[in-house]
């Protein structure tokens, strides 16, 4: 019992660190976890959704996600983290685009 | 034990982020070298990344497009066109700074080429 | 929810004016005409229903070739027995559409009032075959483009008459149709007009953009790109399906055939096109 506790304790803490550390750049990070794959898909998700809300979702973003699911599940997660990475910076660079875009007509 | 691993792997994570802080600032690690140029020009020519000849005449190039002008001008150095080079860069990496209408892709800001892509291709086209 | 999209579509319009972007389709069509006769001056208006041949005089006559004997014409006649072809109740497509044979193709897309839609050719087809205990058809490819063919056959020589509706809720169509076409889009970072309005007539590598006027008045289409790619040859696709591609080359997700978006796009797309002469199918690259 108390095992758990501090083995949910610590999970909840390296979440929150590895979190902190996705924060800008961890492409290049020598190692990522299961939990820093799922903070980034979490965040890739919120932002695809954002860009499918906007009509403007680009073309590859969710073949990107789909690899990064893959890397995922070979236990990967350096590589699935830079993928999900990838897809949110996608839907973020989207929803940018359709905002710049709100007023388009002929020029 | 676990613990440990984790701390580790955190640790790792931290140094590593540290680490590209400090070593990863554009524009600094491309030498203008003969390799960077040929490999500019493979990246240049291929449709699924640079794709310049959808719309650019380069001396070179197989049917090119006319959407944008020519960048291989006879008698006409690019560096003369362009003697700064960083705004040849800012030119490719995000044209809309110059002309928000324009049709030519923002390579860099929508990362269609990565910024060591992007590094090799300023080099291959500044050398024509 | 269909009235609180109403309501919203509705509220739009009366916030659109204030916000400086009234639309005016016919001063619209005016500019949009303008732009090509006076960038294709030596191009009569009529010809531009023959998209990039109207503006690409060396390979017009490789085109005008392959029309001698051309490749649509088997799938016309497919469309041809499938119209004629009793559903299981014992009715015909010519219980819906009626006047078919004389040509109906012009009056595509409308906005149906009742229903508060944009209904094109395609979707018509498929609420036919539902009216009629019928599964619906795909809509980018095989019979329905097969049907589509024959009816655009048919309709030859009518001139496009697209009418767009005064009503709040029609011109929201019209106005997401509009704002398709000019705003960028995908990774890339194109519109339809970057492409087909601003650069029509130029080389993107060794093909020539066609020009947006006179687009929809040769669709479906036969494509050698899409015989290519179908096992049995099967060249023939919807306007949507093209929209499709097109979507997918600037690198943005396309969006389904028939969805509200290509439907609002159709919309204005075609009402472009008005007064020009239907001459579907036509034969592309």
């Not at chain 2, 049709?103 to 990565?114: R, T, V």
């Not at chain 3, 009366?14 to 639309?23: E, K």
Request: charged residues 25%; contains cysteine.
């Amino acid at each position: 019992m108390n095992h758990a506790k501090i083995f949910v304790g610590i999970t909840l803490a390296t979440v929150l660190l590895s979190g902190c550390a996705n924060y800008g750049s961890s492409d290049n990070s020598a190692t990522a976890t299961k939990a820093d794959f799922n903070t980034a898909l979490i965040a890739a998700n919120k932002s695809l959704k954002a860009a499918a809300h906007a009509n403007y979702v680009w073309r590859d973003s969710g073949k990107i996600l789909k690899k990064a699911a893959k890397a995922a599940k070979k236990g990967d997660f350096k590589t699935a983290v830079k993928l999900a990475n990838k897809a949110k910076r996608q839907g973020d660079m989207a929803v940018a685009q359709s905002k710049d875009q709100a007023t388009a007509g002929p020029q | 034990m676990r613990h440990t691993a984790k701390t580790i792997s955190t640790a790792t994570t931290v140094a590593a982020l540290l680490g590209t802080l400090a070593f990863s600032l554009p524009g600094i690690s491309i030498a203008e070298d003969a390799s960077a140029i040929a490999e500019g020009k493979k990246i240049a020519f291929n449709k699924k990344k640079g794709n310049c000849l959808a719309c650019h005449d380069i001396k070179g190039g197989k049917l090119p497009g006319n959407i944008g002008p020519a960048l291989s001008i006879e008698g006409v150095a690019m560096k003369d066109r362009f003697p700064d080079k960083s705004k040849l860069r800012a030119q490719i990496f995000d044209s809309r700074s110059a002309n928000p209408n324009t049709i030519m892709p923002p390579f860099g800001a929508h990362e269609i080429l990565s910024d060591a892509e992007l590094d090799k291709v300023v080099e291959y086209i500044y050398s024509l | 929810m269909k009235k609180v999209a109403v309501i919203v579509s509705a509220l739009c319009m009366l916030i659109a004016p204030l916000a400086g972007i009234a639309a005016n389709p016919d001063q619209d069509l005016k500019n949009f005409r303008k732009h090509f006769t006076e960038k294709f001056s030596s191009v009569p208006l009529q010809d531009f229903t023959n998209g990039v041949y109207s503006v690409d005089k060396a390979s017009r006559e490789q085109w005008e070739a392959f029309e001698d004997f051309p490749p649509y014409e088997i799938f016309v006649d497919k469309g041809n027995v499938l119209f004629n072809k009793a559903f299981k109740n014992g009715k015909t497509y010519a219980s819906c559409f009626p006047k078919a044979k004389k040509g109906i193709k012009q009056n595509y897309p409308f906005f149906d009032k009742k229903r508060g839609e944009v209904v094109t050719l395609e979707l018509a087809i498929n609420e036919c075959r539902k009216k009629n205990g019928e599964k619906p058809l795909k809509y980018k490819k095989g019979k329905m483009a097969h049907l589509s063919a024959y009816i655009a056959y048919k309709s030859r020589g009518h001139k496009g008459n697209v009418k767009i509706t005064s009503t709040p809720e029609s011109m929201a169509w019209y106005d997401r149709g509009k704002k398709h076409f000019y705003a960028k889009r995908g990774q890339l970072n194109m519109s339809c007009a970057d492409c087909h309005y601003y650069n029509a007539g130029n080389k993107i590598r060794a093909d020539i953009l066609s020009p947006a006027l006179g687009h929809t008045s040769h669709f479906p289409v036969y494509r050698n790109k899409w015989s290519l790619a179908s096992a049995s040859g099967d060249g023939m696709g919807t306007l949507h399906r093209r929209y499709g591609g097109c979507n997918k080359q600037v690198r943005a997700k396309p969006f389904k055939a028939q969805s509200k978006e290509y439907r609002s796009l159709e919309y204005f797309h075609t009402f472009m096109s008005n007064g020009l002469t239907m001459n579907g199918p036509g034969i592309r690259k």
